[in-house]
C-alpha cells in the first residue's frame, strides 16, 4: 500500500502563485512516476503534470511554462510550484503515484486532493 497526503492548497488571486506538496509512504519502492491531476467542479479529472524517479517531467498544454513539479526523494515527496494562476486553474489537485513507460499510467493510489482557489 501507498499513502499519499497533500498539502498547499489555498484562495490566490490571478497571477499569484501557490506550492503544492505530496508525501508519499508505505511500498514506494515499485513507483517510477508521480503526477499531479486536477479536477475541476463538474469535469473530469485530468493530468496536470508528471515526473520519474529520474526527474524527468511532462506537463498539459494548459499548464506549461506556468508550473514546476519537481521531487526530493530524500523526502520522498513530489511539489508543484504554480505561478501565473488563472481563474481556470480553480480545481481540487490530486497527488498520485504510478508507473512511466512513454505514457504515464496512473496506479490506484490517490490523496485525498487539495482545493485550489483562484480569484480574478
Known amino acids: 500500500q501507498v499513502q499519499l497526503v497533500e498539502s498547499g492548497g489555498g484562495l490566490v488571486q490571478a497571477g499569484g502563485s501557490l506550492r503544492l506538496s505530496c508525501a508519499a509512504s508505505?511500498?514506494?519502492?515499485?513507483?517510477?512516476?508521480m503526477g499531479w491531476y486536477r479536477q475541476a467542479p463538474g469535469k473530469q479529472r485530468v493530468l496536470v503534470a508528471t515526473i520519474t524517479r529520474g526527474s524527468s517531467t511532462n506537463y498539459a498544454d494548459s499548464v506549461k511554462g506556468r508550473f514546476t513539479i519537481s521531487r526530493d526523494n530524500a523526502k520522498n515527496t513530489v511539489y508543484l510550484q504554480m505561478n501565473s494562476l488563472k481563474p481556470e486553474d480553480t480545481a481540487v489537485y490530486y497527488c498520485?503515484?504510478?508507473?512511466?513507460?512513454?505514457?504515464?499510467?496512473?496506479?490506484?493510489?490517490w490523496g485525498q486532493g487539495t482545493q485550489v482557489t483562484v480569484s480574478s
Open positions: 508505505g511500498s514506494i519502492f515499485g513507483i517510477n512516476a
Open positions: 498520485n503515484a504510478g508507473h512511466y513507460s512513454g505514457t504515464y499510467y496512473p496506479w490506484d493510489y
